[in-house]
């Protein structure tokens, strides 16, 4: 038998312009705890947001993207018992299934250690095979600021890290938003005009959160998905133009439905909280969060110790 913790941080992906590609780890976490047997039960326990409706067998993600990562180094999958302890928003654009493949993978490279050896790009590589894109994964995986991107060889990602004056809070409703139709309402193509815009807004963003963060609120605009999903989360469009109309860098997090806004400093996050009390009937959970700088970790835990 071996046993592993990992843990995962919430991530929130595009932020604004940089759709598919920019992503933020922030200090909202999933724990799980993994031993590995030699027979093939399979045992699976989860606490915390949306435990309900996760699946307790082998359609569970983080038991598929365990045993994704057996397949693929071609290892037979071991017997298991998992226990997840969740804290990251089950389906509001925070990353809970790139959380929860992350996990997976992190697990399966702690089981494996000794035998296997995967490295980052291994890890980003099996993340982005289940997950679909990058951008969630990368900063899962990585923490900071990541920005993500695919190349012939497959998918890399660089690590930044954000200005210190840079103060994550996240609106979180009480509603969810489901990724395939969020990207089901976008159109396949987009004119030249909305591509330069959403090049020059990605460019400035990643100036804006490592050096500059007086030019967020420019650096956060976007014509590639928000509007056209807009429809389907109306509450989540309103909220992010009261905070923009305001001067908060506000952008729908993920594919939504929560919203994400980065203040310039600490202090300026209780008038978003205000804004957002006052502007929709929705009532918006607040949570004022650091970015996770450390990205998901792993340890083997010695046997006989608690
Ligand atoms: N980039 C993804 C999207 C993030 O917006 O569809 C959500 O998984």
Request: glycine share 10%; no cysteine; charged share 20%.
């Amino acid at each position: 038998m071996r046993t592993v913790t990992v843990t995962v941080p919430a991530t929130s992906a595009n932020l604004g312009p940089g759709f598919d590609t920019l992503g933020l780890a922030l200090s909202v976490y999933d724990t799980l705890t993994a031993s590995s047997f030699d027979d093939d039960r399979l045992v699976v326990e989860v606490t915390g947001p949306g435990a309900d409706e996760i699946p307790t067998d082998e359609s569970n993600l983080v038991v598929r993207s365990i045993a994704h990562v057996y397949a693929d180094v071609d290892r037979p999958m071991p017997g298991l018992h998992l226990h997840a302890e969740n804290g990251v928003p089950h389906g509001r654009g925070l990353g809970s299934s790139g959380a929860a493949v992350t996990a997976g993978i992190l697990i399966a490279k702690g089981l494996l250690a000794g035998d296997v050896d995967l490295d980052d790009d291994a890890l980003l590589r099996l993340a982005t095979e289940l997950e679909g894109h990058p951008d969630n994964v990368a900063p899962a995986l990585f923490g900071g600021l990541t920005i993500a991107w695919t190349a012939e060889r497959g998918p890399r990602h660089k690590k930044l890290l954000v200005h210190r004056g840079v103060a994550p809070v996240v609106f979180v409703p009480g509603f969810t938003m489901s990724t395939s139709l969020a990207r089901s309402l976008q159109p396949p193509h987009v004119s030249r005009e909305d591509a330069v815009f959403n090049v020059s807004r990605s460019a400035l963003l990643i100036a804006a959160l490592t050096q500059s963060p007086e030019l967020l609120l420019d650096a956060t605009d976007d014509r590639l998905h928000q509007d056209y999903r807009g429809p389907a989360m109306p509450e989540t469009l309103r909220l992010v133009q009261a905070l923009r109309a305001e001067g908060f860098a506000a952008v729908v997090s993920g594919a939504g439905p929560s919203v994400l806004v980065l203040a310039d400093g600490p202090g300026a996050r209780q008038r978003a909280v205000e804004i957002a009390d006052d502007v929709t009937d929705t009532p918006w959970q607040a949570h004022m969060l650091a970015v996770d700088v450390q990205g998901g970790t792993v340890r083997e835990r010695a046997e006989g110790s608690t």
